[in-house]
């Protein structure tokens, strides 16, 4: 023993670290690739817990409590299909659908097309570009409640800017509020105000995405700037045309802010629900009359068109071969 | 982020000739500058319209022509709104409720983008895809159910309502993984593993680094939609704790038929968007375009 023990266990006790380190180490191993392994799932767990308990569920329960009777406080009550039945049956659904496919068209046709243009120019050399650059987005950070306010009182009968600068041309002093499709039109025009440069920064980028090889070979080839525009901008911007006209699409039909305020807070849409959009139609049936179970109907019906409208649009923009 | 906003270099470097073509295809001629005058014109008009009402007394604004220049009663005016609806309280929650929601989103949505931008793992696709599916769903559309279960938990009124639904969004996922895929090498995370880090060590002392002007950009788009944020508000919320959009929303609702004191109120709830617009519209600007879909 004594003299085999200085001679050999030295370097065998540091090469195999026997009996302690080994599992020592394959323990913090493991560990690590667990940590490793589950760690995504983690990071994106909030995410989706989050989504499922405040997006998810509540659309789904939507459809529940569309087939029932429900007041706030009280025991549902189960109705099948009535509220469906007493939805198809209702003209003012009928009137709040077509004010909000013509207040639709009315907001985003324009908007789209005046967006295209400015983001036509925006993509200009030029100098002060980031001054107009601003200046187009100011209004989306504008609030729903203060853009609606302000047009309210520029679209006033009597003492509004609109109606004074319409009269320095020499028109007519226009009852915004009161008349059908002018109501329409003033309500378009704060949504047009509001998003309009927002869109102009969205086909921007997509256009700074497009190769300038491509507009180099066109101009060798001899096309003028509109040609250019017409072959090369347009279908290099599809995608992005794509998506602001779904996201539009999917705005406009949820219109709810600027009706409300633009009629001083009433869910009615004027006296003949001139502007009464499915969005204040819900609010209304909701809310002013405390029927919930008929809000969710509208929101359910509201819903599957929206999926309708999508579908549309998508095969719409994908048709269109410039 | 400004980066994004100049055009690729390309036309620089090009050769004399092709550049001098480029160049004058490429520069706005007067009719450019004119349109986006105009334009520019239009959208800044009715704030300055909102300044001049709130400076005067209404009397004025209903004279025709209405008066162009401010006046001088917009303090008064601004006190007349603030002691009608209790901007100051609004102003107060809309910060608390503006400032949670950003930080939540922030974080969480920086998370979520490492894990989708650099992380492998199983259904990592599917949970993408479903993560952008959600995108396309209008929040307002479970109003009816989450009022219900706001009401069932004794938070409606509570600005805990408005709160949690907001706190993460899958725009701020999308927009974080896009942006750390661009900005973060693998090989400093591949560096990071070997020397025996953990993800979350990793996260926090290399992600977070890299990723923070993406999240400063993040953070104001944030800010901005939660500050604005009407629909759900409105219905949760009542008039005795508003947030700012609330509060206009009961001012322009007739208990004040004042139209100048309209303004004002509109006014100072406009005002700090307007403040963080002039300080860092720049990079706003930069943001949405980066974050935007691109062909």
């Given amino acids: 023993m004594s003299i085999s023990t200085p001679a050999r266990p030295v370097p065998g006790e540091r090469t195999p670290p026997p009996g302690s380190g080994t599992p020592r180490r394959s323990w913090r191993t493991r560990l690590f690739q667990a940590e490793e392994r589950t760690a995504p799932y983690v990071y994106v767990a909030p995410f989706f817990l989050l989504f499922a308990a405040f997006g998810l569920f509540p659309l789904v329960q939507t459809a529940w409590i569309s087939l029932h009777s429900y007041k706030l406080g009280s025991e549902m009550k189960w109705l099948g299909l009535e509220n469906y039945v007493w939805l198809f049956s209702n003209p003012d659904f009928y009137n709040s659908l077509w004010k909000t496919f013509t207040i639709g068209v009315l907001s985003t046709v324009p908007q789209l097309m005046i967006a295209l243009g400015l983001a036509h120019l925006l993509n200009y050399r030029m100098r002060g570009r980031t001054f107009f650059r601003v200046a187009m987005i100011m209004p989306y950070a504008t609030s729903v409640a203060a853009a609606a306010l302000v047009f309210a009182q520029l679209f006033g009968r009597d003492a509004g800017a609109v109606n004074w600068l319409l009269g320095v041309v020499g028109v007519d002093a226009v009852d915004w509020r009161n008349g059908d499709w002018t109501a329409q039109l003033a309500i378009s025009i704060i949504v047009i105000w509001r998003w309009t440069g927002y869109n102009a920064l969205i086909y921007l980028a997509g256009m700074q995405s497009i190769s300038q090889d491509l507009y180099e070979a066109a101009a060798l080839d001899g096309a003028s700037r509109w040609q250019q525009f017409r072959h090369v901008t347009l279908p290099g911007l599809r995608p992005t045309i794509l998506f602001t006209a779904v996201v539009s699409t999917i705005g406009a039909s949820q219109l709810f802010g600027e009706p409300l305020i633009f009629g001083g807070g009433q869910p009615d849409g004027g006296a003949l629900g001139q502007y009464q959009t499915l969005g204040l139609f819900m609010y209304q049936q909701g809310w002013t009359y405390g029927s919930l179970g008929r809000a969710a109907t509208v929101a359910w019906v509201t819903f599957l068109l929206i999926i309708v409208l999508v579908l549309v649009n998508t095969a719409i923009t994908r048709r269109r071969q410039p | 982020m400004t980066a994004t906003l100049e055009r690729p270099p390309v036309t620089v470097v090009a050769a004399s000739s092709s ?48 008066p162009l220049l401010p006046g001088p009663d917009l303090w008064s005016n601004i006190v007349k709104a603030v002691e009608s609806q209790d901007i100051g309280l609004a102003l107060m929650n809309s910060m608390i409720v503006s400032g949670v929601i950003t930080v939540s989103t922030v974080l969480l949505c920086t998370l979520a983008g490492f894990a989708f931008a650099k992380m492998r793992f199983r259904g990592r696709n599917v949970l993408f895809g479903i993560a952008l599916g959600t995108m396309m769903i209008p929040p307002s559309l479970g109003v009816v159910p989450l009022y219900a279960l706001m009401a069932t938990l004794g938070l409606a009124g509570d600005l805990s309502s408005v709160i949690l639904p907001s706190l993460v969004q899958c725009f701020g996922v999308f927009f974080m993984r896009q942006y750390l895929i661009q900005t973060l090498p693998d090989e400093l995370l591949d560096a990071a593993k070997v020397d025996g880090a953990t993800s979350l060590r990793t996260f926090w002392s290399i992600v977070l680094p890299i990723a923070r002007p993406g999240m400063a950009v993040l953070a104001m788009l944030t800010f901005m939609t939660a500050w604005n944020d009407f629909f759900w508000p409105v219905i949760t919320l009542n008039s005795s704790n508003p947030t700012v959009q609330v509060a206009l929303n009961n001012l322009g609702s007739g208990y004040v038929p004042d139209t100048s004191v309209i303004m004002a109120g509109t006014l100072v709830g406009t005002l700090p968007v307007i403040v963080v617009f002039l300080l860092l519209g720049r990079q706003i600007v930069g943001g949405i375009i980066a974050g935007a879909v691109k062909g």
């Fill in chain 2, 19 to 66: 550049r001098k073509r480029l160049r004058r295809n490429d520069s706005a001629g007067w009719l450019a500058y004119v349109l986006l005058a105009l334009t520019a014109f239009v959208f800044l008009v009715p704030f300055y319209y909102m300044i001049v009402a709130a400076s005067r007394p209404m009397a004025e604004m209903n004279q025709t022509p209405p």
